[in-house]
């Protein structure tokens, strides 16, 4: 550990080559799955990384370690927990029927559909389904709340849905999209 306090490249190899097997025992053991346990390990690192220079020289290594292991297990609980709170998970687009789906030639693509929304609706479900991203995130991003972007992509869904359902011809879709689009841009 001294050694890697001083930027020993060879003795860094050899720490974590020695303490990640027993590091990732712990995280499996603390949580459900192998991905999970590694992106733990990781972040460990990072952190140990961070702070190496609080380690004491002549103090036992591991107890530090596994502190450090611990407050990152515990942080990223605690970050899920939040985020699961804090998000809703919205309804799923509708399956097709089996009579649209036996016409899809007939149906238009992702991109003529995605069009048809005003420019806030068409951004938000772009970010949601395209970039698979959290209402949070999207809320963030778009400088607004999470109750607005719920809000557009509830309007953008019903569009969409009803597009799918009654499809119009393609010059009364560009119309209605242009008519509707002050209305949903705010």
Known sequence: MRRYQQADAAATSVLIGQVSPVLLRFFKSQCGSRAEAEDLLQDTWLQI?????????????????????????????????RIRSREKIMSPLPELSASVKGSSAELPDFDTLIAMLPPSQREVVSMLKVGDMSLVEVARATSSSVGSVKLKAHRAYE????????????????????HEGHRDAV
């Open 159 to 178: 569009k969409l849905r009803a597009a799918l359902q009654n499809p119009a011809p393609k010059h009364e879709r560009s119309k209605g999209a242009r």
């Open 49 to 81: 990384h961070r702070v190496r220079h609080t380690y004491r020289s002549g103090e036992p290594l591991l107890p530090w370690i596994y502190a450090i292991a611990r407050h990152v297990r515990v942080d990223s609980y605690r970050r899920s927990q």
